[in-house]
C-alpha cells in the first residue's frame, strides 16, 4: 500500500495536510511524535513516504531521517519552518529526498509526495543484473548496482546527481549543471548543497559495497565518476 504519514506536532497543521491529501486521493495518516514514528515504521504497513517536521517534541528530524534511511526505502519529504542553507544541507545529509519550507502550498506538497510515490512502491521486486563488468545505474527503481551486483537504494535526490553525472556527455559534469538538475521549485539548491549530497553519496557506497566510491572531484569544475557505468 503506498500509505503516506505526516509527521508533525502541531495538530492543526498535520491535520490540513492529512485531510488535503486524503481528498487528494492518497491514504494518509497523522502522528505526533518521533516514538509514535518508530512504531508505524515497524508496523504492518509502513508507509512509503513520510513527510517528516524537524522540531518534534521528542525527537529532532534530522536525527529520524538518518534513522530511516538506515533501515528503510520510503521517500522523504522533510517540511520545516527552518529556512537557512545550514539545515537544507543537513537535511538533505541527513536522508531527506525533499526538503521544503512550512509556508509551501499543500498542492505542492502532494506533487513531491506522488513522484516519491511511483519511485518508492515496488521498489522491492527489483532483480539484479548478471555479475559483470562495472556499475549499473538503475533509471526505473532508482538503484545502483556495483560490479559484484549489489544493490543500493538512492534517494531522489541521489539518483538525480548519480543520473547527471554518469549520462553527462562530458569528462567532468559541471557543478553548475548539476546544481540546476538538482534544484527543487522553491528551495535554494547551491554548491553547499551539492558537495552534501556527494559526501552522503560516498559514504553510502562505501558502507553498502565496501569499495570507494567512484566519483571524483575535479577542482574548480565538478564531478565526473571514475569507473565503467551504465544506465538502464
Given at each position: ?170 569528462p567532468v559534469a559541471r557543478r553548475e549543471d548539476l546544481v540546476v538538475r538538482l534544484a527543487r521549485p522553491r528551495v535554494q539548491f547551491d554548491n553547499r548543497h551539492l558537495d552534501a549530497v556527494v559526501s552522503r553519496l560516498r559514504r553510502k557506497i562505501g558502507g553498502g559495497t565496501g569499495r570507494e566510491a567512484p566519483i571524483r572531484s575535479v577542482y574548480g569544475v565538478g564531478y565526473t565518476f571514475t569507473e565503467p557505468v551504465r544506465i538502464r
Amino acid at each position: 500500500m503506498n500509505r503516506v504519514l505526516v509527521v508533525e506536532d502541531e495538530d492543526r497543521l498535520r491535520m490540513d495536510i492529512v485531510d488535503y491529501l486524503r481528498l487528494a486521493g492518497l491514504t494518509a495518516d497523522g502522528v505526533g511524535t518521533a516514538a509514535a514514528l518508530r512504531a508505524e515504521m515497524e508496523g504492518d504497513t509502513p508507509p512509503r513516504a513520510i513527510v517528516l517536521d524537524v522540531g518534534l517534541p521528542d525527537g529532532s528530524g534530522f536525527d529520524l531521517a538518518t534513522e530511516i534511511r538506515a533501515r528503510h526505502s520510503c521517500g522523504i519529504v522533510m517540511l520545516t519552518g527552518l529556512v537557512e542553507s545550514e539545515h537544507r544541507i543537513r537535511g538533505f545529509d541527513s536522508g531527506a529526498d525533499v526538503y521544503l519550507v512550512k509556508d509551501t502550498p499543500l498542492r505542492e506538497i502532494e506533487a513531491c509526495v506522488r513522484a516519491l510515490l511511483r519511485r518508492t512502491g515496488d521498489t522491492a521486486t527489483t532483480a539484479a543484473p548478471e555479475n559483470g563488468q562495472g556499475w549499473i545505474l538503475d533509471s526505473q527503481e532508482w538503484v545502483l548496482f556495483d560490479p559484484d551486483r549489489n544493490a543500493l537504494r538512492l534517494t531522489a535526490t541521489e539518483f538525480s546527481f548519480l543520473n547527471a553525472l554518469c549520462g553527462s556527455t562530458e569528462p567532468v559534469a559541471r557543478r553548475e549543471d548539476l546544481v540546476v538538475r538538482l534544484a527543487r521549485p522553491r528551495v535554494q539548491f547551491d554548491n553547499r548543497h551539492l558537495d552534501a549530497v556527494v559526501s552522503r553519496l560516498r559514504r553510502k557506497i562505501g558502507g553498502g559495497t565496501g569499495r570507494e566510491a567512484p566519483i571524483r572531484s575535479v577542482y574548480g569544475v565538478g564531478y565526473t565518476f571514475t569507473e565503467p557505468v551504465r544506465i538502464r
